[in-house]
């Protein structure tokens, strides 16, 4: 024991780890792959180490920044895990790790990793951040402000601006899910829904409610063919990816 096809064991144990969830995550939600999302919780499938190289890069990344030492009389909250359930639904739970955020200033930043910089933050990190600081907000810190710092291996980027549904750019505090309650309650509820309904009934979402950008690379796209696009209830032991491979 301790490879896997030429692989380190500690590699294939992250690379694989939490796949299988019950309850929708914040970067579920925030992801809009919904049907991918629930495809990969709810059915056997093989995937290649390769592929999961970013995300353990990110993991790699946010370690490092976890051992970076704060500058003295700062006082930031940093990797704090935050659960809340969305007001009224008490059946909704959320939970999220926090980055950093600075209570002084009332300002929560996130750590993206990605090869080549955004102008603007992307629409699916202002979810995710805003998220964050809901639960902030739900658990008693006040949040005004936000950030995403990119970081490639070359560089590092800190943006806080971006661009609302008319193509206007604003600041991420300006942003409808990241100040008004309501809205962001009704957004992220419709989301919840749809990913519980798949986790819990095995109930797969549209092909509409996922970004197909990402087909490409998709290592349940076998499956997501054999499904009607519109979306239907399936049982996972019928789908074998030894027949399609
Ligand atoms: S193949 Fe495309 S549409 Fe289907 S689950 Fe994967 S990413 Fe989503």
């Known amino acids: ?3 896997l096809d ?3 064991m500690l590699i294939v144990s992250a690379a694989l780890n939490d796949w299988k969830r019950t309850n929708p995550s914040a970067s579920q939600i925030a992801g809009g792959s919904w049907r991918r999302s629930v495809l990969e919780a709810t ?3 093989y995937v290649k180490i390769g592929d999961r190289m970013p995300l353990l890069r990110g993991s790699l990344i946010h370690k490092g920044f976890e051992g970076f030492r704060s500058p003295p009389g700062v006082k930031l909250i940093r990797e704090k895990t935050m659960r809340a359930h969305l007001p009224k639904f008490p059946e ?3 939970s999220g790790t926090i980055d950093l955020y600075y209570p002084v200033a009332k300002r929560i930043e996130d750590y993206k990793t990605c090869t080549k910089m955004p102008k603007q933050v992307k629409p699916a990190h202002v979810w995710q951040l805003a998220t964050y600081a809901w639960l902030l907000r739900w658990n008693g810190y006040a949040v005004s402000h936000g950030a995403i710092n990119y970081q490639s291996w070359r560089d590092c980027l800190q943006l806080s601006r971006t661009l609302d ?4 750019e604003i600041s991420i505090a300006e942003a409808k899910l990241f100040y008004d309650e ?3 309650v009704q957004e992220t509820g419709k989301a919840w829904t749809v990913l519980k309904a798949g986790y819990r ?3 797969i979402p549209s092909m509409v409610k996922c970004n197909t950008n990402w087909c490409r690379g ?3 796209k076998w499956a997501c063919d054999q499904i009607d696009r519109w979306g239907e209830i399936i049982d996972p032991a019928d789908y074998n990816h030894e027949d399609y491979v």
């Open 182 to 184: 309501q809205f962001f």
């Open 43 to 45: 059915i056997d499938y």
């Open 6 to 8: 030429g692989y380190p």
């Open 218 to 220: 998709c290592a349940v």
């Open 201 to 203: 009934d095995y109930d």
């Open 92 to 94: 909704m739970r959320l």
């Open 165 to 168: 549904e008319n193509g206007s």
């Open 1 to 3: 024991m301790g490879h």
